[in-house]
């Protein structure tokens, strides 16, 4: 008896089961159509909009990093400090410009040097300090990713014990943040 319910259930749900899953599916495909129709550039790759940068420097080693909330000795000036920038050091020299951009200013100080400010899109812009003076770059240029705009070098005195080096600044909406977060320096 109990087999029989038992069986009698199987049947029930065999049935009924496949009507409801033949339903589910037919739901499934007339979405997915509508979906299709309605939207088709859902059906394209995603784009994440993420910006890809360039690094500033190729081969390069890492000669002060980012500091935020740890003070660092600047053997130059004599004092602790943040240091809210990367300082970097390659053979070679070469500053390139870490996406597409405007250049916004050039301007040498005996403190850091030459400095190029380039204007990014989405509220970036980076600085490159520490330049020797002959640059590849006038204000006003458009600049492309990875384009040489310059050479590191001892420009900056506050920093003149790193040797030749590039200080690259790196801000968004206006405030400094840590280029680690944006580039891509174990990869280098
Ligand atoms: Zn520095």
């Known amino acids: 008896m109990e087999i029989k319910n038992n069986n009698k259930f199987k049947t029930f749900f065999k049935?009924?089961?496949?009507?409801?899953l033949a339903g589910v599916f037919s739901v499934a495909i007339a979405l997915t159509i509508g979906l299709t129709a309605t939207h088709p550039e859902e059906q394209q790759p995603v784009s994440t909009g993420a910006m890809v940068f360039e690094l500033p420097m190729t081969n390069a080693v890492v000669v002060k990093d980012y500091a935020e909330d740890r003070l660092q000795h600047n053997e130059s000036l004599k004092r602790w400090e943040a240091h809210l920038a990367i300082d970097l050091?390659?053979?070679?020299?070469?500053?390139?410009?870490?996406?597409?951009?405007?250049?916004a200013s050039v301007e040498t100080n005996s403190l850091q040097g030459t400095v190029v400010t380039i204007n990014h899109e989405d509220g970036f812009v980076s600085v490159y300090g520490s330049l020797a003076d002959e640059l590849m770059v006038n204000v006003g240029d458009a600049v492309v990713s990875g384009q040489e705009i310059g050479r590191a070098s001892t420009s900056a005195t506050n920093e003149i014990h790193s040797g030749a080096h590039l200080h690259f600044t790196l801000l968004k909406d206006g405030e400094t943040?840590?280029?680690?977060?944006?580039?891509?320096?174990?990869n280098k």
């Open 15 to 20: 049935r009924f089961g496949a009507i409801g």
């Open 89 to 103: 050091a390659s053979e070679n020299a070469s500053v390139f410009s870490i996406y597409d951009g405007v250049v």
């Open 177 to 186: 943040v840590d280029p680690n977060n944006y580039l891509d320096l174990q």
